[in-house]
């Protein structure tokens, strides 16, 4: 029940431009009707043009993110413990994470040319800091007792990592990587619309080049689909993480 009613407005939408595109809007080159659209998805399921492209979207978000959150938990954690070292990469932090990811769009052609390694070099970027701001946070809220325990025990560095001060940040990092997982699609889509030849990015460019209305506006539906399943899925593992670490919601 619930779904549909947040689904009444979204239909709602679709009825009045499915209405406007077969009546006033009829003559437009721009705008096409909802359902000429569902014909045009039928096609690139059947051409197979709709999975590859998806795929490859998917697999460059995907890479681009285990780099960012490998990179950021463990970047993050360290700053997050140490007082000194979080004071003097303050600036550095904060300078560079303002940059806007697609600005390194040219360096990354450069470097990688086009491709799964440019796109995912992006996303990377743009997830880091994320991750990196939000687990050095965590970090800094765990518990002060944990690591005079994980010291009196005499755990080396990697063992108080993984025992003690991970399994205490677990909560607090899937709001981080909630955040990447969402900024981590949106980027790759963009290089792939401003640069990478691949993708649903590249494929929805395609059909506005090629003076196609209806499979541009599969397109768009589709990518919008593809992020609430994907935002879907994290939440979904996150509430299972948090079931089995005994947290209330």
């Given amino acids: 029940m619930n779904i549909l009613r947040g689904a009444a407005a979204p239909l709602l939408l679709l009825a ?11 003559t437009s ?11 045009a998805f039928g096609r690139a399921v ?8 998806t795929l490859f979207t998917l697999g460059s978000a995907a890479a681009g993110l285990a780099v960012a959150v490998v990179l950021g938990v463990l970047l993050g954690t360290w700053l997050g413990l ?7 990469s303050f600036l550095t932090v904060e300078v560079l994470r303002p940059i806007p990811s697609v600005a390194l769009i040219p360096l990354s ?12 070099a992006v996303v990377a970027f743009a ?7 939000l687990a050095q946070a965590a970090a800094r809220q765990v518990d002060p007792r944990l690591l005079e325990v994980s010291q009196a025990l ?34 790759a889509v963009t290089v792939e619309i401003a640069a990478n030849p691949h993708g649903m990015g590249y494929a929805i460019m395609n059909a506005q080049q090629s003076l196609d209305p209806p499979l541009m506006l599969a397109w768009l539906f589709w990518i919008a689909v593809v992020g609430y399943a994907v935002n ?5 593992l996150q509430r299972r993480v948090d079931r089995a670490m005994g947290v209330v919601a």
Avoid at 82 to 88: N, T
Avoid at 167 to 180: Q, T
Avoid at 232 to 236: C, G, R, S, Y
Wanted: charged share 15%; no cysteine; aromatic share 10%.
């Fill in 154 to 187: 005499g755990l080396s560095a990697a063992a108080r990592f993984t025992k003690i001060v991970l399994p205490a940040m677990v909560p607090r990092l899937f709001v981080a990587l909630r955040l990447g997982v969402a900024i981590a699609l949106v980027v």
């Fill in 127 to 133: 997830a880091f800091w994320p991750m990196l701001v």
């Fill in 29 to 39: 080159d721009t705008l096409a009707p909802p359902t000429r659209a569902v014909l």
């Fill in 82 to 88: 140490s007082r000194r070292a979080g004071r003097w």
């Fill in 46 to 53: 059947a051409d197979g043009s709709l999975v590859q492209a």
């Fill in 109 to 120: 052609m450069l470097v990688f040319g086009f491709g799964v390694r440019m796109e995912a």
């Fill in 232 to 236: 879907a899925l994290a939440l979904w």
């Fill in 16 to 26: 009045a431009l499915e209405l406007y595109a077969r009546g006033p809007g009829r």
